[in-house]
């Protein structure tokens, strides 16, 4: 089956401590993207990358860090310096950048610092 | 920068009730719109979405949603709900690079 998986579904780290979550897809898509949600806030990009090894700064990249080294995966890395990491990540992605192209998405990890 | 409003954070109905779930953007330039819905501890998927033609765009379950330009709104409407109905609803609005900007959800409550 075609999809996006993120791992793992549930995270708990120390509060100082950097942490990578992991998003892989099989579905031979060039662009990829990494959310934030928040109780009552909606969906906020933190970064995007429209091909491998080029990515760009959403609204809230402050404390996040990125690589596209592989065309299927996009892990994003959680730093010490995001004042408040504790959140739901979701990851997604579309065919290519375009505005016609809606975006798949993966069933989210749940990160919580301590 | 594109601005989603949904008009409502709660929507409670009763089962075979009809619901409508507001959303308004900004922008009045060409937009391709979409609505998303999310079950408790689960990614997004794709409920419909407009790109082009015919104003109103439908569902396979039963969900439909008009686009209005002159009002900048994409409401989603279902004449009659069910229990399973019940999940958080997202808005969203796609410029170019295929960035999407979400209003804040709605979360539909179907009591029996």
């Known amino acids: 089956d075609g999809g996006i998986t993120q791992s793992p579904k549930y995270l708990f780290r120390k509060e100082g401590q950097n942490v990578t979550l992991s998003c892989e897809q099989n579905?031979?898509?060039?662009?990829m993207y990494w959310y934030r949600q928040d109780p009552g806030q909606g969906l906020r990009l933190i970064y995007y990358?429209?091909?491998?090894?080029?990515?760009q700064k959403g609204d809230i990249a402050e404390g996040y860090s990125v690589s596209r080294e592989k065309k299927e995966s996009f892990p994003l890395t959680v730093t010490s310096a995001q004042k408040n990491p504790t959140a739901f990540y979701l990851c997604?992605?579309?065919?290519?950048?375009?505005?016609?192209?809606?975006?798949?998405f993966g069933p989210g990890t749940r990160l919580t610092v301590l | 920068a594109q601005s989603v409003t949904q008009l409502d954070s709660q929507v409670p109905v009763f089962e075979e009730a009809p619901v409508e779930l507001r959303c308004n953007y900004s922008?009045?330039?060409?937009?391709?719109l979409f609505w998303y819905v999310q079950y408790p501890n689960q990614g997004l998927q794709l409920l419909l979405k407009?790109?082009?033609?015919?104003?109103l765009v439908e569902s396979i379950n039963g969900f439909e949603a008009e686009f209005n330009k002159s009002q900048t709104s994409f409401h989603l409407r279902k004449p009659s709900v069910h229990i399973s109905d019940t999940a958080e609803y997202f808005c969203a609005v796609s410029e170019t690079l295929g960035r999407l900007y979400f209003g804040r959800g709605t979360q539909l409550t179907v009591w029996p």
């Open positions: 407009y790109l082009s033609g015919s104003t």
């Open positions: 922008s009045s330039v060409s937009v391709y």
């Open positions: 579905l031979n898509h060039d662009a």
């Open positions: 990358s429209q091909i491998v090894n080029d990515f």
């Open positions: 997604a992605s579309s065919i290519r950048a375009g505005y016609y192209n809606e975006q798949f």
